[in-house]
Each structure stands twice: as C-alpha cells, then as structure tokens.
C-alpha cells in the first residue's frame, strides 16, 4: 500500500514513517469533543511555541535541509508542518475543516512534523516514495488541469503515474484528499530529525486514538517504516489500541 523506492532510501537513511490504514470512515465536520481538542493542542502549541524560531525545531529543520538535498527551496516551498505552525503563529488559529483532516492537523503541529491524510479511493495501487520523472501527472486542490512534477523532486505517485503529494510533504492532490464521502485512508507522518523513530511511533499511536475516540466505527492498522522496513507489507487489524510492525 506504501513503501520507499529503493533510490530515496539510498539518499534519505533519516526518514522514519508511521503510515495508518484506516477503514470504516465517516468525515463530517468535526463534533464539538475533537474541536475542543485540536483548539486546545493549537493553544499549547502556541504556548510552547512562543517567539522561538520555528525553522529551528529539529523536525522543521531536518525537513529543510532534506528539501535542500531534493533540489528545493525549503523557504520557497514549506513542508506541510511548517505551513500550518507559521499560520498558527500568524493568525492565532487553525480553521476546522473536517474530522479527518482536523485529527490529521491537530498531530501535525503537536509533533511539528508532516502528517498527510490521503483518501484511497483516488489512488491506483500502492503508493511509491520515488523521484519523479517528469511524466507524471499532479492536480492541485482547486483545479482540473494536471501538471506534470518537476524531474527529481520526491513525489507520492501511483501504479498509473498519478502524484499524490509533491515535493515530499508540501502539498498534496485534489485526488488524494479527503472528503464527505472518504471511507477509506492512508495517513502517513514522517520525520528526519534524531528522535523521529520515536516519534513518529508516537504520533501514530495518538492517530489511533484519535480515530478511535472520534471514528468509534472504523479499524485501524499502523506500520512503522525506516530504512530497514521500507514498505507496509502485510498489517494486522486493530481496535485503537496498539501498533502493529517494526520500527
């Protein structure tokens, strides 16, 4: 369902992932409970946050020179994490958009890495971690017109050469997003910075209960990735309450 291309390996021994398959969705607007949530984490994360420079988090700034290493500008185009911490610290707030996309947010900026939500009904086949060729296909949010990735940026991309997401984690497709009538996802949280095994562990766990708290009908599976399991591979079912795979 998800795994890294050989080549990304090779050239990013950092990365580690949690990717969470979750079935069984709904995705209305978010119930009152999990706003309370996430308004509450933006809170913290604003406290903890304070005037400090948010480039030098460990996770944003082994996010940019991983940028960097791709051929991008991390100041031109930011990680996702990074995206919504700047506008948190701009605006004050994080709007709410739906359930899946608010619990996929809330872990983004308490763990200040990039969590992306992806909606498997548009998606052909597994999803592969590779760079991309140039021939590939990506359509952004808010349009119809596909365009093709920029020859030797990471990309998430399909069996049919249909991207996902762009430069890594700057932004996803309208195919791969969430919606009202999203049953079934693929949430992935990645790092690169010197605590990111345990942290993605960690952020994949607070997904579970997440979606166990606010998906009270849906079955989760998780798999932790790294250089040494770089694919999910075979997962086992659960109910919210632990993890399955290896770190």
Not at 116 to 142: K, N, P, S
Not at 195 to 217: I, K, N
């Amino acid at each position: 369902m998800f795994t890294y291309d050989d080549r990304i390996i090779d050239a990013f021994p950092t990365i580690r992932a949690a990717a969470v398959h979750a079935t069984g969705l709904v995705n209305p607007p978010s119930p009152p409970p999990l706003l309370d949530r996430y308004r509450a984490e933006q809170a913290a994360v604003s406290a903890r946050l304070g005037d400090g420079p948010i480039a030098e988090l460990p996770s944003v700034a082994a996010w940019r020179r991983t940028f960097t290493r791709f051929g991008t500008k991390p100041t031109q185009y930011r990680n996702a994490a990074e995206a919504l911490l700047r506008r948190l610290v701009k605006q004050g707030d994080i709007p709410s958009i739906s359930t899946l996309v608010d619990i996929g947010n809330l872990v983004s900026i308490r763990y200040a890495m990039p969590v992306a939500v992806i909606d498997l009904a548009g998606i052909d086949g597994a999803i592969t971690v590779r760079f991309a060729g140039g021939g590939e296909r990506f359509t952004d949010l808010g349009s119809t017109d596909p365009v093709p990735p920029d020859p030797g940026e990471v990309v998430f991309v399909d069996r049919s050469d249909v991207v996902s997401a762009r430069r890594w984690c700057w932004r996803q497709s309208a195919q791969s997003g969430t919606g009202p009538t999203t049953t079934d996802a693929l949430i992935v949280v990645e790092g690169h910075h010197q605590s990111a095994a345990d942290e993605v562990e960690a952020a994949g766990a607070d997904l579970v209960e997440l979606l166990a708290a606010h998906q009270p009908g849906s079955r989760t599976s998780v798999r932790l990735l790294s250089p040494g399991h770089p694919t999910t591979g075979r997962q086992e079912s659960l109910d919210g309450d632990g993890l399955s795979g290896q770190p």
